[in-house]
């Protein structure tokens, strides 16, 4: 069983930073790979980034990309989304998940979710 906790999240002017950090136990995880998902109120939940563990090939929403960065670091088990010139839009909250195998932006192939981190971005 694997359990995810989300932190770095927070209230952030547009154009500020933030970095989310996603801690995960109960299982080793350099096998496989972790996605991050947000979801504003009133709308539906959507793919952020994902990274794959074996060769850390990483993937992009449209919205995000250039401003958006994830990481892994696989000895403290733990990935991170570094949020750069941040946007009112990219008010959500945002969760990481965990997947075996290859990469998807499909949110129902993730096994595991946290329980997600409120991120804030005031105009």
């Known amino acids: 069983q694997v359990q995810l906790v989300e932190t770095g999240g927070g209230l952030v002017q547009a154009g500020g930073s933030l970095r989310l950090s996603c801690a995960g136990s109960?299982?080793?995880?350099?096998?496989?790979?972790m996605g991050w998902f947000r979801q504003a109120p009133g709308k539906e939940r959507e793919f952020v980034a994902a990274?794959?563990?074996?060769?850390?090939?990483?993937y992009y929403a449209k919205s995000v990309k250039g401003r958006f960065t994830i990481s892994r670091d696989n000895a403290k088990n733990t990935v991170y989304l570094q949020m750069n010139s941040l946007k009112p839009e990219d008010t959500a909250v945002y969760y990481c998940a965990t997947k075996g195998g290859g990469f998807s932006y499909n949110a129902s192939l993730y096994s595991y979710w946290g329980q997600g981190t409120q991120v804030t971005v005031s105009s």
């Open positions: 109960g299982r080793t995880f350099s096998k496989y790979g």
């Open positions: 990274i794959t563990w074996i060769l850390s090939s990483t």
